[in-house]
């Protein structure tokens, strides 16, 4: 899945402007831009999925461990397609910043809890595996450790220390139901989005044939094509 989807975010995120906006404050100003900026996370999502790489995951026999997500950073690409007109561009920026920093933590905690990816590397008949694509899995597995910057408790907060002083009508609680909107379409694409194409290989060091035909690939490394994320 190539981003979250723009529809539930937005649907999400004007459901919830609607339950916290203060009495007598009208949410009808508001919903367009938060249809405009949740298509700019999309899209943003777009470009970061076409060069984000999965890289540094250690092999040993059927085993991968470790490694780190690495993609561009998401600001600048949500920003470019945000609302930018003077009414919005505050919100725009404070939104893309918060969420753009609470992603590259989220990027951070992303790593392989050793995961069976490579059966073929159990005993492998030769002295060095060639490269391999893993068994697919969604991304939702390797977040464990990063997936809470992006629940709406840290987005929100995140978002709102972005607004410079004096903050624009409503910016916290704008940033509060995007926050909202963002979390529920990332769970679905976790879930959703497969890691694929990590291209394992390594050596068989106890390749001896014609006596030991066969071995496990021992500190074997594994390296993402760009785009794997699917």
Aim: hydrophobic share 45%; charged share 10%; glycine share 10%.
């Amino acid at each position: 899945m190539p981003s979250p989807s723009s529809s539930l975010m937005s649907e999400i995120a004007k459901q919830a402007l609607q339950r916290i906006l203060p009495p007598g404050v009208s949410p009808d100003p508001y919903r367009t831009f938060i249809a405009d900026m949740s298509g700019a996370i999309a899209g943003g999502f777009s470009q970061w999925h076409a060069s984000a790489t999965l890289t540094g995951v250690v092999i040993n026999a059927v085993t991968a461990n470790g490694g780190r997500l690495i993609g561009p950073p998401l600001a600048p690409l949500v920003l470019a397609q945000a609302p930018r007109d003077k009414q919005w561009m505050a919100y725009s920026k404070a939104i893309a910043d918060g969420f753009g920093s609470q992603f590259q933590l989220f990027e951070s905690g992303v790593t392989v809890p050793g995961l069976p990816w490579y059966p073929a590397f159990a005993a492998f008949p030769g002295p060095a595996a060639p490269p391999t694509p893993n068994i697919p899995i969604p991304l939702m597995a390797l977040s464990a450790a990063g997936r809470w910057h992006l629940d709406a408790g840290s987005l929100g907060p995140a978002m709102q220390r972005k607004f410079s002083h004096p903050k624009p009508p409503a910016a916290d609680q704008i940033a509060a139901a995007m926050a909202v909107g963002i979390e529920k379409a990332v769970q679905v694409w976790l879930v959703s989005t497969m890691v694929t194409n990590v291209m394992g290989q390594g050596p068989i060091p106890t390749f001896a044939p014609p006596y030991v035909p066969v071995g496990p690939v021992v500190g074997g490394i594994g390296v993402q094509l760009p785009g794997g994320m699917i």
